[in-house]
């Protein structure tokens, strides 16, 4: 079956950096996602990890261990809009390339000033 | 980024009802679109994936007959939720997979939140 852990909830001070974890065990892999959903709003794209390694996009670093079934999101100089959850999913390969996405139960950020 | 739209984006119906959604990929064209559901504080639940040209595939637990989905061009899927029920009242996503294939990432339309009454 597909298991997808990320932490419920993570606090952290404005200006400052943060990263959220995301362990995952599925039956295949073919890349892992890293959503930023606002509360009533759609999830938007952060990143994209299909090797291992570190992919960094402005404030915004993910990095992937396939080995270790393990990602993080890593955000630097943390601003207030930044309060959100956000999303670890993994495309587990399975459908020939057109596969939908298996999410987790998403992290609650809470920026403070 | 690519642009994935979505309408209604609101939408209330009585009991019995049905109601379709429409999901257009505007400045590319997905072969694959998917459709999620999203209920309150939980994660979104895949329901169906949107092969255009051919029959969808759903996830176990969802009902084909009650959902039923079109994918009529690669620009535009389209999910009709029949004969609505309270329960059915939820926030639904698609998604279209980019045209470079499988290691193309996936774009979420904007949602659509539906209630019955």
């Known amino acids: 079956g597909q298991n997808i852990d990320q932490p419920t909830e993570m606090t952290a001070t404005e200006g400052a950096i943060v990263q959220i974890n995301c362990t995952y065990q599925t039956s295949g892999f073919n890349g892992l996602f890293w959503y930023q959903q606002h509360a009533g709003e759609a999830p938007t794209f952060l990143s994209y990890n299909v090797l291992d390694g570190l992919e960094e996009k402005g404030r915004f670093s993910s990095f992937l261990s396939r080995s270790k079934g393990y990602s993080y999101l890593l955000l630097k100089e943390l601003q207030m809009k930044d309060s959100a959850s956000y999303l670890c999913a993994v495309r587990d390969g399975s459908g020939g390339g057109a596969d939908g996405l298996t999410f987790g139960k998403g992290t609650h950020l809470i920026i403070q000033p | 980024g690519a642009v994935v739209s979505q309408h209604p984006s609101r939408v209330i119906c009585k009991s019995g009802t049905s109601v379709k959604i429409e999901c257009r990929s505007l400045?590319?064209?997905?072969?694959?679109m998917f459709w999620y559901r999203q209920f309150p504080k939980q994660s979104l639940m895949l329901m169906a994936t949107s092969n255009e040209g051919s029959k969808a595939t759903y996830e176990q637990g969802v009902e084909k007959d009650k959902f039923l989905i079109n994918h009529a061009s690669l620009t535009l899927s389209t999910l009709t939720v029949t004969s609505a029920h309270p329960e059915d009242s939820s926030f639904y996503i698609c998604?279209?997979?980019?045209?470079?294939?499988?290691?193309?990432?996936?774009?979420f339309g904007p949602g659509t939140r539906l209630t019955v009454l």
């Open positions: 998604s279209a997979q980019g045209d470079r294939g499988s290691t193309d990432t996936q774009y």
């Open positions: 400045d590319f064209q997905a072969t694959t």
